[in-house]
């Protein structure tokens, strides 16, 4: 799930992202309004936490021309002022929370859920996701085939939800890369493909139905079913991994 922070406050975001990514999350950080609105009007989120001070323009203003535009992705206001009229005018410009500085960080993980259930977006819809035997609780944090407890990092938690929201369709790399790790895909770099090999050695390899399918050429697919044309990755996990610029830093954690 992609959370959108609009935080001038820089160590705070810096603190916010560290902790919303270690629970699961892609954040894209932007440290003022006028950035933070072209990220709104261009790409994607599950959710916006937006704070209210910004250096150049209302946070409460940008919501409102947000809203005016038709968008409906939930709203979580950050600010230091905690008068219950700003409140009031932020529920009414179109906010869904609203969240008084300082705070503790367990209360923004509550109310992001909260959020997220309560838009009924696609992404909690439920919170158990499931292909063939493979289920996933998005809740529990946890992952079994059949009966088998089948642990994953944070990242090839995160690749794997990714893989079950849009299960039969073909992902090339650069999606992969744009949503699971938020960078742009870089082809000199197998990063996504060690990823996807050390989700398959946990949730394939010691399996009869293979659910990762490589499709030859264009990228990966989720499917029970395997009627593709797939072939095998040229990323090892043992021996030498072929291509990789890093695998250390970037790779699943």
């Known amino acids: 799930m992609k959370v959108l922070l609009v935080e001038d406050e820089v160590k705070l975001g810096e603190y916010i992202k560290k902790g919303l990514t270690e629970a699961g ?5 932007h440290t003022t309004g006028l950035d933070g609105y072209h990220a709104l009007m261009t790409d994607e989120f599950s959710v916006v936490l937006m704070d209210v001070m ?6 409460f203003e940008l919501v409102r021309n947000y809203r005016a535009a038709g968008k409906h992705t939930p709203v979580l206001f950050l600010t230091a002022k905690d008068d219950l009229s700003d409140k009031i005018k932020g529920i009414e410009i179109g ?9 503790a960080f367990a209360e923004l993980i509550v109310r992001i859920k909260s959020l997220l259930r309560r838009a009924n977006q696609a992404d909690y819809k439920s ?12 809740a529990k944090r946890t992952v079994h085939r059949g009966d088998t407890a089948i642990k994953l990092t944070a ?6 939800q990714f893989l079950l929201e849009r299960q039969g369709e073909v992902l090339p790399r650069s999606v992969i890369a744009s949503q699971v790790w938020d960078m742009n895909f ?17 949730i394939d390899d010691e399996f009869a139905i293979k659910l990762i399918h490589t499709v030859r050429g264009m990228g990966y697919r989720l499917d029970a079913i395997n009627t593709s044309d797939t ?14 610029v890093a695998t250390n830093s970037t790779e699943a954690k």
Do not use: C
């Open 95 to 103: 906010g869904d929370d609203y969240l008084t500085k300082p705070f």
């Open 54 to 59: 910004l250096p150049d323009v209302s946070g």
């Open 231 to 244: 072939s095998t990755d040229n990323a090892t996990i043992n021996g030498n991994v072929v291509n990789s």
């Open 127 to 138: 919170t158990i996701m499931h292909i063939a035997d493979l289920k996933m609780d998005i």
């Open 186 to 202: 870089d082809s000199d770099t197998n990063v996504i493909d060690v990823a996807i090999r050390r989700l398959r050695l946990k």
């Open 155 to 160: 990242k090839e938690f995160s690749l794997l």
């Open 25 to 29: 999350f892609i954040v894209d950080h």
